[in-house]
């Protein structure tokens, strides 16, 4: 097995809602049972494979749910004790893999590309993964194994229920092939029809439209429908650490109309998150600026690095390209912000690409742990952010 090839494994829980009730209630196994209504504004929020069976669907109207299948034990949502059955389910993935991306209360995406060795095939891996949560929750998951998040979850459904489905790199397309495009991640009952429309109902067909033409009928999602039908998915798992940020925002005593102002006020503002970012031992690669305006209309812009950091003066670089992008010193402002987002462990950054880099980002990190440890003794306002030395000269 290739190392550099990426293993998925998307698991999510079979008519969860139902089961845990059906759990709690073990008189109800094997009958069916719906739970919804209530505050969830009278849709079927899950049912029993029995409900299932006899043609009860998610979202369904209860009501409607009702009339097909009136023997149906109606239960209202316990989110609460859902909750507490997901967290000894998520706690299952992290013993194979931190990389895990929680995708709702019961399904999760875990990247075990670099597990086998470990752990086994990966397929061994997500057997193991259902036989712990059946054992430890007494629900049961579906799991599906593949190169990419999207193979992966087309694999979970065609488990379901209670199975595993494995589909190698080159499966791939062949398994995708004969597959309604309803099933491909984003296609919406909206797209469906206009694809249906022009006569594209499996994934197949949808493989005969060249990107051009999807591109043209659908924009941006065109490229992903081109993609996704020939199982190209290069997104990847992304942590919950990953999603938070780190950010310090300012609302000032009075207005900020002047540009000059506005930047000196980034600088700090840059310079204080680059600094919690180190504290945390994080990298952004994301970086947010927030500009409320005086009349309170509040905008947001944001860019990705090339690399993630924790400097400062990269951080205010990119806000300084940001503010481009906003009418600030135009328009008075009350409020900046600045955040980092995309967050990775700041101990696994990549090596500069050519040995100049290197020897520039060494050089970086010198002044900034320096920097720190100055203000780490002496307080914040000890020493001039390396940042604004640099904004003087320039
Ligand atoms: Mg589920």
Redesign the pocket.
């Known amino acids: 097995m290739a190392k550099d090839l990426s293993h998925i494994i998307h698991v ?5 809602f139902a089961s845990v009730e059906i759990l709690d209630r073990p008189e109800l196994r094997g009958k069916p049972v719906i739970v919804g209504g209530g505050a969830e504004r009278g849709v079927v929020c ?1 049912a029993s494979y029995e409900a299932r069976g006899r043609g009860v669907r998610s979202a369904m109207p209860v009501a409607h749910a009702r009339r097909v299948c009136p023997e149906a034990v109606l239960l209202p949502v316990r989110r609460g004790r859902y909750e507490e059955v997901s967290r000894l389910v998520h706690a299952v993935f992290y013993r194979y893999t931190p990389r895990v991306e929680p995708v ?1 209360i ?2 999760a995406f875990c990247d075990v590309s670099g597990c086998f060795r470990l752990f086994g095939h990966p397929k061994d891996i997500a057997q193991a993964m259902r036989r712990e949560i059946f054992s430890e929750t007494g629900c049961a ?2 799991a599906g194994v593949g190169p990419s998040k999207l193979a992966a979850k087309m694999a979970s459904e065609a488990a ?1 229920p209670g199975g595993v489905v494995y589909v190698g790199p080159e499966e791939v397309e062949d398994f995708l092939a004969p597959l309604p495009v309803s099933r491909l991640w984003g296609v919406g009952k909206a797209t469906q029809e206009r694809l249906a429309a022009l006569g594209v109902r499996t994934v197949a067909q949808l493989r005969d439209y060249p990107l051009e033409a999807l591109a043209a009928k659908f924009g941006k999602q065109g490229a992903l429908l081109y993609e996704f039908s020939r199982g190209i998915d290069t997104r990847p798992v992304v942590t919950e650490h990953e999603t938070k940020s780190i950010g310090n925002e300012e609302t000032f005593s009075r207005d900020i109309l002047d540009i000059g102002e506005a930047k000196n006020r980034l600088l700090r503002l840059s310079d204080k998150v680059a600094r919690r970012l180190r504290r945390n031992g994080l990298k952004a690669r994301c970086v947010c600026l927030k500009v409320k305006y005086a009349d309170f209309v509040q905008i947001t812009r944001n860019v990705t690095l090339e690399e993630a950091t924790w400097d400062g003066a990269v951080v205010y670089s990119a806000c300084l390209g940001l503010l481009e992008k906003t009418e600030v010193g135009a328009r008075p402002a009350r409020l900046l912000g600045v955040s980092g987002a995309q967050l990775e462990d700041g101990s696994l950054g990549r090596q500069g690409r050519f040995f100049e880099d290197t020897r520039e980002a060494a050089r970086r990190e010198q002044v900034n742990r320096a920097m720190d440890s100055i203000r780490d003794r002496f307080g914040e306002k000890s020493i001039l952010p390396a940042a604004l030395t640099q904004d003087k000269e320039g």
């Open positions: 999510d829980m079979d008519a969860f899950s709702s019961d399904e998951a579906s379901k």
